[in-house]
């Protein structure tokens, strides 16, 4: 068969020329655990075709998270931000929190330890990773809660780190993405002194509304299917989802002024950003998404609800590829999107 013109042609070779099976004729999976035995495969087979590059030194330190959880956090400093002796120096500098993808279930820091290293060498940019809590052993909020942990503890070891505490920039991929942006909403109600400078979203998870239309064309090209994530979402929000406490439960999670959640509105939007109702006094941000991932129509609304409430938004919308394509060198649009958010990171 002919390429369809919605796919690229990067992706079409990657395919063999043909179209895939759609996911519904295939097995889907048991459980959650056997999406994180998948979903590591899939990114640990990715990640290790990305070049970690020279140069770059890492370290680890130790966080504390709300509930007294030790966070691990993994420091990488590009050559860029080393002195001769290989310690940052100089003039307080701006830092990368970055957050690691694979659906709040999946993923690790030491998967994604050459892609870290490679955005911390295009940003010429300290970067601190936390290995944040997953599910379903640690439903929300606990990976937030590691987060923005790790957000206030780098603050108040800026010095130590040579890190201008004014300068912090969340970079989230994927679920990451989601915690990023729950990490930003959370900072400004919190009125977190000083606030947080950007925020980078990689196709971030953000709604767990999202639904395909069994009619959309795109449905086989999809790397992940709807069914999935929802099992995802399920597992994230835990009793949160049906439960006629939770408007009360999660109150104090609601920006002032934010009507009081019915039980068909129960979500917190600390959970899913994408029901966020307030999104003024939000850091700049840079979103982007494939046009052939499930996610492409909640990072749009958001984007375009973000720019409507004046703040300041970069979208980038790849056309014809997928959830993760920056994880293959096959696609060359991956180059180009970390390029935008090297430079993007670059002016804070």
């Known amino acids: 068969m002919s390429r369809p013109n919605f796919v690229h042609p990067d992706y079409w070779a990657l395919l063999g020329g043909e179209a895939p099976p759609t996911r519904e004729s295939l097995a889907p999976p048991a459980d959650l655990h056997e999406v994180r035995e998948q979903f590591n495969g899939a990114m640990e087979a990715a990640y290790s075709t990305v070049p970690y590059p020279a140069g770059v030194t890492e370290s680890i330190r130790t966080a504390t998270s709300t509930d007294g959880s030790e966070i691990s956090v993994t420091r990488f400093v590009p050559l860029a931000a080393q002195d001769s002796s290989g310690s940052s120096s100089g003039t307080a500098q701006r830092a990368i929190v970055f957050l690691f993808g694979g659906g709040l279930v999946a993923g690790s820091v030491e998967i994604s330890r050459n892609s870290i290293a490679h955005i911390a060498h295009l940003s010429a940019t300290q970067v601190f990773a936390p290995s944040y809590r997953l599910i379903p052993e640690h439903p929300f909020p606990a990976a937030l809660e590691d987060v923005y942990s790790t957000v206030a503890w780098l603050q108040a070891h800026a010095g130590e780190f040579n890190v201008d505490p004014a300068r912090i920039v969340l970079l989230g991929v994927s679920a990451g993405g989601n915690l990023a942006a729950a990490a930003a909403l959370k900072a400004r109600d919190d009125g977190l002194d000083p606030p947080i400078a950007a925020q980078v979203l990689r196709y971030p998870m953000l709604d767990d509304r999202t639904r395909l239309d069994p009619a959309d064309p795109r449905g086989p090209y999809l790397v992940s299917s709807p069914g999935v994530g929802e099992m995802l979402w399920k597992g994230?929000?835990?009793?949160?989802?049906?439960?006629?406490?939770?408007?009360?439960?999660?109150?104090?999670?609601?920006?002032?002024?934010?009507?009081?959640?019915?039980?068909?509105?129960?979500?917190?939007y600390l959970a899913a950003p994408a029901r966020a109702e307030d999104m003024q006094r939000l850091p700049p941000a840079h979103i982007g998404v494939g046009s052939l991932d499930l996610l492409r129509d909640e990072c749009i609304s958001y984007a375009a609800r973000l720019a409507a409430q004046n703040v300041a938004v970069q979208f980038n919308l790849y056309p014809g590829v997928p959830h993760g394509f920056d994880g293959s060198p096959a696609f060359t649009l991956g180059a180009e999107m970390l390029d935008n958010e090297a430079r993007f990171i670059r002016k804070f």
Do not use: I, W
């Open 236 to 268: 994230y929000l835990g009793r949160t989802v049906g439960s006629r406490e939770t408007g009360e439960q999660y109150a104090e999670l609601r920006p002032p002024g934010q009507r009081r959640l019915t039980p068909e509105r129960q979500v917190p």
